[in-house]
């Protein structure tokens, strides 16, 4: 398998559940990013890491947890979520921390209700 | 702070030649960017540009550079309906990880 694996594709969970998003990326990239994408808006950078280190953080909510066990995984850890949470979560790599194109998973769509 | 526009819809018809406009504000962008994205996936790398080169063609892709102006262009030459997609014109400047990125454009190709 090649590329920038996400799962889960969809996801709905509860303002209470516990829940976590899931990246592998086959590539052999030292950066791993985690961006939302929400309608009609930009796309929102939340962390980053190089090197299983992070190194953004980027003013998001503590109801949002990232985790960078080694260079090929990047999980996001949701807890008390709010509806306005919902929209698309991208993982991305990249081959250094700068200075190369990022390559994008497929997403998971996540509904809070 | 850095902003990176896009016109929202663009419709072409099968067969003819799309163009997709962005126009960035950072003068220190060093590489610019063209995604793709389709329905319920994620952003696919179509072609990028170094910001030393005014033009780079990839089969059917060719991307135009004016740096004065700060106009970057996608063209999509007998655009196909698999064409139909969203496409994010994105930047970012060498030595930094964080990728200005536009709204997108919605092309849809008519039969």
């Known amino acids: 398998e090649t590329g920038v694996t996400q799962t889960p594709r969809h996801l709905v969970m509860g303002m209470t559940n516990k829940k976590s998003l899931k990246c592998e990326q086959h590539?052999?990239?030292?950066?791993m990013y985690w961006y939302k994408q929400s309608a009609k808006k930009p796309l929102e950078l939340m962390f980053v890491?190089?090197?299983?280190?992070?190194?953004e953080n980027n003013s998001v909510p503590s109801r949002f947890s990232p985790e960078c066990p080694n260079s090929s995984h990047l999980f996001l850890h949701l807890h008390t979520l709010q509806p306005e949470d919902s929209a698309l979560y991208l993982c991305?790599?990249?081959?250094?921390?700068?200075?190369?194109?990022?390559?994008f998973g497929n997403g998971t769509r996540l509904t809070v209700t | 702070g850095e902003d990176v526009e896009q016109s929202l819809f663009l419709s072409v018809r099968e067969g003819d030649s799309s163009v997709i406009n962005c126009t960035y504000t950072d003068s220190s962008s060093t590489y610019l960017y063209w995604y793709k994205q389709e329905p319920g996936a994620g952003l696919q790398l179509l072609t990028y540009i170094f910001s030393n080169m005014d033009m780079k063609q990839d089969q059917r892709l060719t991307v135009l550079l004016n740096k004065k102006d700060k106009h970057l262009s996608l063209r999509i030459a007998d655009t196909q309906t698999g064409d139909s997609a969203i496409y994010f014109c994105?930047?970012?400047?060498?030595?930094?990880?964080?990728?200005?990125f536009g709204t997108g454009t919605r092309l849809k190709v008519l039969a």
């Open positions: 890491y190089s090197l299983e280190e992070r190194v």
């Open positions: 994105a930047e970012t400047t060498s030595g930094t990880y964080k990728y200005i």
């Open positions: 991305a790599s990249s081959q250094d921390l700068a200075n190369s194109p990022l390559h």
């Open positions: 590539l052999g990239h030292n950066a």
